[in-house]
């Protein structure tokens, strides 16, 4: 069985991508959280992931002797592994779109990733506001990713018609636009309302919002943990 190394759900966006992939397609696999204590050579959670992972980040992959790291590379190596479960497009030109749209988020939108982070519990839309009226790269990042989901197949459909990696890679995208109210085309807000009805994804949020903890380091515009709560 697989055993996926994750860091906390609440901020960890990199490490929700695998999770809803595996998750979804119903693949077993065994987590293994590492949380998150602060990101310094000698925290726990470096000591910890640099044991298995050279990058010393999360998320990280074992499959019997071999580790995967980087999460769109486990993406990929899951989709190998599995291809009954069709997580890549089985039509040329979709499975081309879903590996440059996975592509994209894995390497773009900078703007987005250093002023929204991801913080599952928290409703943080007076900032986001705010950041909107100030930031014209923020602004053109969601831009960008409006466009990109308003070209998925269908107006129901998922990004490249069924549920597939591309999917799994916007899922935390979803997750800071409700956090921070971020303005998204009708069309678009169909589509995230389509990825909160996952189960994968509905029990990912039951779990961020279990865990109770705050990291400093990841909570830009909270001074603790009790304001800005999501209901």
């Not at 890549?88 to 988020?105: H, T, V």
Request: hydrophobic letters at 40%.
């Amino acid at each position: 069985m697989y055993k996926l190394f994750i860091g906390n759900k609440n901020y960890s966006t990199w490490s929700m991508r695998p999770w809803i992939l595996l998750q979804q397609a119903g693949i077993p696999f065994q987590e293994q959280l590492i949380q998150f204590d602060s990101f310094e050579p000698d925290s726990q959670f470096k000591t910890e992931i640099l044991k298995l992972n050279p990058t010393g980040k999360v998320p990280a992959l074992v499959d019997s002797d071999l580790t995967v790291w980087d999460s769109l590379a486990i993406c990929e190596y899951v989709a190998e592994q599995h291809p009954e479960k069709n997580l890549l497009p089985q039509d040329q030109k979709l499975r081309a779109r879903a590996r440059c749209i996975s592509a994209e988020m894995h390497s773009s939108f900078q703007a987005l990733r250093n002023l929204c982070p991801m913080n599952v519990e928290a409703d943080l839309a007076h900032i986001g506001q705010q950041l909107w009226a100030e930031n014209e790269q923020l602004r053109a990042d969601v831009a960008r990713i409006d466009q990109i989901w308003s070209e998925r197949p269908s107006e129901n459909s998922f990004l490249c018609g069924e549920f597939s990696i591309a999917d799994a890679f916007y899922a935390p995208v979803v997750m800071r636009f409700v956090c921070f109210k971020l303005p998204i085309s009708a069309s678009s807000q169909v589509y995230m309302q389509k990825i909160l009805s996952l189960p994968s994804v509905q029990q990912w949020i039951v779990e961020a919002k279990q865990e109770q903890m705050f990291v400093p380091f990841d909570e830009p515009y909270r001074q603790n943990r009790d304001v800005y709560l999501r209901d």
